[in-house]
């Protein structure tokens, strides 16, 4: 904005400056900050790694983020690519492949979801995290012996939300997000599933956040790859 600033400084005073030039400088400030609010706006791509662990398994992942395209990789212990999941927010569908037979399947979406009632409180205190400062947000569902805290961000996530809802996963840490009003553009830098009594189930903790182009190519089934078809 120091470029901004300046421009907004220099027609503080009109009778300095001749009308024409006036007239280009306030133009040229109404670019520039429309550049910048449009620069802020633009929907998150890049990648973002995390790693789940559920008891003493600990699994790492990666996402790869293009518009209405995700791309999940689930990584060994030694970062070897073993299964991958590719997420169309728009069309609704979901292609697993395996790197190691060179084969793609289609996933159906025919699980009915689930209803529970939760209570959800975003408390306003804050934590940095990942390179974010992040607000804690809790939620609680007595009748189904979980508590959830997400620790989220802000930064154009627009394909989080969407993403759950085409994979329509099972697992409480997807389920109870899904119960929070306004998450849009939010993304949680650390999920916590507890049981009632503070036991702990899992825990989603991102570790790197990088903002960056990615390939198209990323998002489609790799030449070469077999479709695997169920009998």
């Known amino acids: 904005m120091d470029k901004v600033q300046h421009l907004s400084l220099a027609v503080t005073d009109p009778t300095n400056i001749p009308m024409k030039g006036h007239l280009r400088t306030l133009a040229l ?3 520039l900050c429309s550049a910048l609010l449009a620069a802020q706006a633009q929907s998150f791509e890049g990648t973002i790694e995390f790693t789940k662990t559920t008891g003493p398994v ?3 992942y990666k996402y790869y983020i293009k518009g209405d395209h995700v791309r999940i990789e689930e990584l060994s212990s030694r970062g070897a690519v073993q299964g991958i999941m590719l997420v169309d927010n728009h069309d609704r569908t ?5 790197p190691d037979r060179k084969l793609y399947m289609d996933v159906p979406n025919m699980r009915l979801p689930k209803e529970f009632k939760a209570e959800v409180k975003k408390t306003g205190e804050m934590k940095e995290m990942a390179g974010y400062k992040c ?3 809790m939620v609680k569902s007595p009748a189904e012996d979980r508590q959830l805290t997400y620790w989220v961000a ?3 996530f627009d394909f989080f939300v969407p993403m759950l809802e085409t994979l329509n996963r099972k697992d409480e840490q997807a389920l109870f997000f899904l119960k929070i009003d306004g998450v849009k553009g939010v993304f949680p ?3 916590t599933e507890q049981k009632m009594d503070g036991s702990e189930v899992s825990r989603l903790e991102v570790t790197k956040v990088a903002r960056g182009a990615q390939k198209p190519d990323l998002f489609q089934v790799p030449p070469g790859f077999a479709k695997f078809e169920r009998n």
Do not use: F, I
Not at 94 to 98: C, Q
């Open 135 to 137: 607000e804690k947000w």
């Open 94 to 98: 979901v292609t697993a492949l395996s």
């Open 58 to 60: 600990v699994t790492n």
């Open 189 to 191: 830098m650390l999920g």
């Open 154 to 156: 802000q930064d154009a």
């Open 29 to 31: 400030t109404g670019t």
